[in-house]
């Protein structure tokens, strides 16, 4: 709240930070400009990065629970490779159920962004001149 008492100023930021393509570059720039951010705008941040990176996998809910386990549920395009999952859901002793819900423990907001940071690493890539989809390692699906 007093971090930008403007609130035109206000209003700007968050417009800002909803249309961002880049939550964590915008979060930079602004603590170079303010020299630092409070814990609430931090985490309005880390909430930005959670959403795109949801979107860019296919994501379409994410819930943690108080005792950390998080429940990731996939719409109708899961936007990662199978091999990628399967092999994700193995190292993070994972379950991945038939109806596209992946079950795994996330402490806290910073656990539940490295966790979609790792999955998007095996997201399959749109082919910019076939309009194809690709896995990781370029093999047409």
Known sequence: EDFIEDPKEKVKLYSQIASTENPQELMEKLKEIRGYLPDPIVNMFKVMQIKKLAGELGIKEI?????G???????????????????FVK??????????????EAKDIDSLLKILEELKENRYEKSSSSGSVNSPDNTPN
């Open 69 to 87: 386990r998080a429940v990731i549920s996939f719409g109708e395009e899961v936007k990662i490779s199978p091999e990628k999952l399967v092999e």
């Open 63 to 67: 819930s943690v629970s108080p005792s």
């Open 91 to 104: 190292r993070k002793e994972a379950v991945f159920t038939p109806d596209r819900k992946l079950y795994l």
